[in-house]
């Protein structure tokens, strides 16, 4: 069975201070690990998929990496618009022709000014 | 373009009573995927459509159904609802030949 363990639970940073997000993962052959941001009260918005370790993927200050156990959300310098629950995702290649994905808990990110 | 939208966005349903869930994907997206979401559970997958036919069905009890239609609209059935169905309800599409799927705002099903 896929897992996606996403740690920490919930982060607090100020202003300007970089930081990572970690989701670590157990999947059946990965087929993408994908990296959504979720504001309260909306449907996730999708950022990042990544499909091979060693890949790298960016925007803005965000920048997504992905090893054969786990992937990465760097954020750079963050700004209080940045404050949103960060969703990872995977698929395997169980699922074939559909796009079933397994999502973790979320970490919840607050960027105060 | 527009964006995925659902409706309705709130509603307030009573145990026993059935809902019915409504989404439009992004237009030349055939493929439309359901998900739940609560507080405890997180997201998780209910099934994903393509042409009008289901594709893959996630661990939920048959009172959770769907459809879909042929212009590639969806609509997901909840009966004999339960407390416990309280949850946002997302729908999700993508194109044939894409892993990305785009959501829509959710549907917000309180059951009291």
């Known amino acids: 069975e896929d897992q996606v363990t996403q740690s920490p639970e919930a982060l607090r940073l100020q202003e300007g201070e970089s930081s990572s997000l970690n989701c670590s993962y157990t999947v059946s052959g990965l087929r993408g690990l994908f990296w959504y941001r979720q504001d309260p009260g909306k449907g996730p918005e999708f950022l990042f998929t990544l499909y091979s370790a060693g890949e790298e993927k960016e925007k803005e200050r965000l920048k997504a990496t992905l090893t054969k156990k786990e992937s990465f959300l760097h954020i750079t310098a963050p700004k209080p618009e940045d404050s949103a629950t960060y969703l990872c995702?995977?698929?395997?290649?169980?699922?074939?022709?559909?796009?079933?994905?397994?999502f973790g808990s979320g970490t919840q990110l607050t960027v105060l000014p | 373009k527009a964006g995925v939208t659902q409706t309705p966005r709130y509603l307030i349903k009573t145990r026993g009573q059935q809902v019915t869930l409504s989404c439009s994907p992004i237009s030349g997206h055939r493929s439309v995927s359901w998900y739940q979401q609560t507080p405890g559970q997180g997201l998780q997958f209910l099934f994903e459509y393509f042409s009008e036919t289901q594709r893959n069905k996630g661990n939920f009890p048959g009172r959770f159904s769907g459809r879909q239609f042929s212009n590639s609209r969806s609509e997901m059935n909840v009966s004999t609802l339960e407390l416990g169905d309280s949850a946002l309800y997302l729908c999700?599409?993508?194109?044939?030949?894409?892993?990305?799927?785009?959501f829509g705002p959710g549907t917000r099903l309180t059951v009291l």
């Open positions: 995702a995977v698929r395997n290649q169980i699922s074939g022709s559909a796009r079933q994905l397994t």
């Open positions: 999700a599409s993508r194109t044939v030949s894409n892993n990305e799927q785009f």
